[in-house]
């Protein structure tokens, strides 16, 4: 197993990131650590029952920020004096501390994703990194697979998923890495188990376009022979189509695309809109910022809404 950075947490597990405190360590478990590192407040009490779902969600998300913040929680029925100080006045309460001082809070059971929202602002104010270093390493695998190097991005991809299991970007990276190496089984499988709560993300979708122009290409005819077709009768549009698919498959993108285009300019419904879907999909599977996709989805635009 690949090791990640780690900004300050004990490898070792949560013991050092999340604790119960009291009035008498309060100073010395938040306002002292928060000079440092944010430290989370959760005040909470065995009797509310929002508390018993935001909790272990706070302790998750905690300990997936590896160490870029620290979590307390304060039991207000046992610390009085502290709730009263800080203005408690329903819990579920939770403070975000920097520096001695609360710089973020919310109150009431939030989902997930604002939860990492709220751990996120308050890295940010501090200047860390709540991925543990993840971000990092996707950033290398990412430029592994540009050289060439599959294998080894498939291993540091699956190496950040042994970390964060529902890390969309490595859930991607490691669909794509495996199509490079021509296993498009095992990229198919990766696809149809992908955790339900990032099936849907960008990533997923990307990978997802990938493996269809991955299939596509398996049975793409030989560009030669489609070219030969296309001149002998040049207005017909599954030799086209054919052909667009093909030259994608070959590598040569930007052809493929500005043929397709083509095809919607002559019969923007052919085929039950196929050129679209296909340019679509191609767009999906290259990176947001591409040119080809970007000019290519400005020249779709155009062209649907004249």
């Known amino acids: 197993m690949l090791e990640f950075g780690n900004t300050g947490a004990s490898a070792g597990g949560s013991s050092d990131l999340i604790k119960d405190t009291n009035e008498a360590n309060f100073m010395a478990d938040v306002v002292d650590v928060s000079q440092e590192v944010p430290v989370i407040v959760d005040f909470w009490a065995p009797w509310c029952g929002p508390c018993k779902t935001l909790g272990p969600a706070l302790e998750k998300a905690v300990t997936e920020a590896r160490g870029a913040v620290r979590m307390v929680k304060v039991d207000i029925d046992q610390n009085q004096q502290i709730a009263a100080q800080l203005r408690i006045q329903s819990v579920p309460t939770v403070y975000g ?8 809070g919310f109150q009431g059971a939030v989902s997930p994703s604002e939860i990492k929202a709220f751990i ?10 709540a991925s543990g270093g993840l971000d990092e390493a996707i950033e290398a695998a990412e430029q ?4 060439g190097a599959a294998v080894d991005a498939a291993q540091t991809f699956a190496a950040i998923l042994g970390e964060d299991p529902a890390n969309a970007a490595a859930y991607g990276g490691l669909i794509r890495a495996h199509l490079a190496m021509d296993e498009v089984e095992q990229a198919q499988a990766l696809l149809d188990n992908a955790p339900a709560e990032i099936a849907s993300a960008p990533e997923i979708e990307a990978a997802r376009a990938q493996l ?12 030669t022979e489609l070219r030969a077709r296309l001149a002998e009768n040049p207005g017909d549009l599954q ?5 667009a698919i093909a030259l994608h498959a070959s590598g040569q993108v930007q052809e493929a695309v500005d ?4 095809i919607f300019r002559q019969d923007r419904e052919w085929n039950d ?3 679209k879907t296909q340019l679509f999909t191609i767009f999906d599977a290259l990176k947001p910022q591409d040119p080809i996709a970007l000019n290519g989805r400005r020249k779709l635009s155009s062209m649907i809404f004249t």
């Open 97 to 104: 501390f920097y520096k001695g001082q609360p710089i973020d």
């Open 120 to 129: 996120d602002r308050l890295v940010a104010a501090s200047g860390g990194d």
């Open 144 to 147: 592994m697979l540009t050289e």
């Open 212 to 223: 269809e122009l991955a299939q596509q290409a398996a049975s793409a005819g030989p560009v």
């Open 239 to 243: 030799v086209q189509f054919d052909l």
């Open 259 to 262: 043929l397709l285009l083509d």
């Open 273 to 275: 809109g196929a050129a």
